[in-house]
């Protein structure tokens, strides 16, 4: 394996992927993509999420609990 395929990182993570990322539930991840609070996009009928997405939504929490 070269340097490079240790450092790739997804472009799209599944569902699971992002709950244990985030450290929370599959269902809490539908939930956030449900309400608007987590952006993913669809690939025929699964559901992705990207991580700019993860990232925005950490931001978000972070700045409602500052405020």
């Not at 449900?34 to 990232?55: D, E, N, Q, W, Y």
């Amino acid at each position: 394996m070269d340097d490079f395929e240790v450092m790739r990182q997804p472009l799209l993570y599944r569902p699971e992927e992002a709950a244990e990322l985030l450290g929370v539930g599959r269902t809490m991840v539908f939930e956030l993509i449900r309400t608007g609070r987590l952006r993913s996009v669809k690939i025929g009928g699964a559901r992705r999420i990207t991580p700019a997405a993860l990232a925005d939504l950490v931001t978000t929490l972070e700045r409602e609990q500052a405020a």
